[in-house]
């Protein structure tokens, strides 16, 4: 697994504990460097919700800005590192858009919810990546529910997933072979307590697991596969805020594992997680009283160490 290198990291794990950061969102022009794995976030700022990054070999305090326009949500990306998706909104408009990292290029819209393809369809969210960059699978809302679709990278072959399912769905993750994916389901967007296995040709569904375990309620934003497919990480909310989960996957989910703790903080948010390799994982939380990324082995318990401050809905990858 990559070592992650961050530039005066020891600066930053000190502003972990402090209130009010004000990140101006004008510049960040080359302070991340050239992008090949690391993370993606976003920082809302004057000109609205933007997209960043910061490589591994980059300084967090000084990210990469792909975006300038607003709107940005949910940004993931791309394995080859080169390119991010995420989700756009103005209005009653919403789109799924393409940037690249290197920050020099402008978001592509590769789906509109104004499209005759989906009909009603509005509220685009969650989009991700098949390894191979090829296919967007991503959450939209249609006829009171909440469905997968998938589209390609170059905006054809639209389809609706999960048209008909009796449950509705939260994010996505796809498996290592890209055929299929990994979401969140449930009888109500409120309810997400379900993890389902989807196929990305027909919508074929397999229920993976009916519950997560004895602590999780529902996941709050989304589960994500690891990158050898043995394992999955969700955000599980609690009686005392949401932690990080992991379990093993096979047909069923069979044991539970709580990877984040906050002694003596109580109603933490730790959210958004991703894979960092296959014993690592990352994770958005609002512990101290901000929003920061923080990293943590999957074989320990605890807070995790300070990565990126000041970011939101963050994705890694590359």
């Not at 690391?38 to 300084?59: E, H, I, L, M, P």
């Not at 509220?123 to 959450?139: E, G, H, K, L, Q």
Request: hydrophobic content about 35%.
């Amino acid at each position: 697994m990559k070592v992650l290198r961050i530039l005066g990291l020891a600066a930053v794990v000190g502003l972990s504990g402090c209130e009010g950061f004000d990140f101006d969102d004008g510049g960040g022009g080359g302070g991340g460097g050239s992008f090949t794995r690391g993370f993606v976030f976003v920082r809302n700022g004057s000109s609205g919700r933007n997209v960043y990054a910061v490589d591994d070999t980059g300084d967090p305090n000084s990210p990469l800005q792909l975006t300038t326009q607003g709107g940005a949500y949910h940004p993931t990306v791309s394995r080859n590192g080169r390119s991010v998706v995420f989700a756009y909104r103005s209005g009653n408009t919403s789109e799924i858009r393409t940037v690249p990292t290197t920050g020099t290029g402008q978001p592509s819209t590769v789906f509109s919810s104004t499209s005759t393809a989906c009909s009603g369809c509005s509220n685009f969210r969650f989009p991700t990546f098949n390894p191979s960059a090829s296919t967007i699978v991503f959450t939209l809302d249609q006829g009171g529910y909440a469905k997968l679709a998938r589209v390609n990278a170059d905006g054809s072959s639209f389809q609706l997933l999960t048209n008909g399912s009796s449950y509705v769905y939260g994010a996505a993750s796809f498996y290592p072979d890209g055929q299929n994916v990994l979401a969140a389901g449930g009888y109500s967007t409120s309810d997400l307590k379900f993890l389902v296995k989807v196929a990305v040709t027909n919508g074929a569904t397999t229920e993976i697991s009916f519950n997560l375990g004895n602590t999780a309620q529902v996941v709050v934003s989304r589960p994500v596969v690891s990158p050898d497919g043995t394992k999955v990480a969700f955000d599980g909310r609690t009686s005392s805020g949401s932690q990080i989960f992991v379990g093993q996957l096979g047909q069923t989910l069979t044991s539970v594992t709580q990877v984040t703790a906050h002694t003596g903080e109580f109603g933490v948010e730790d959210t958004w997680p991703s894979w960092r390799g296959n014993t690592e994982l990352s994770f958005l939380s609002n512990s101290g009283g901000n929003d920061n990324v923080y990293r943590i082995s999957i074989a320990a318990t605890g807070a995790g160490t300070l990565v990126v401050p000041g970011a939101l809905e963050p994705s890694y990858g590359g």
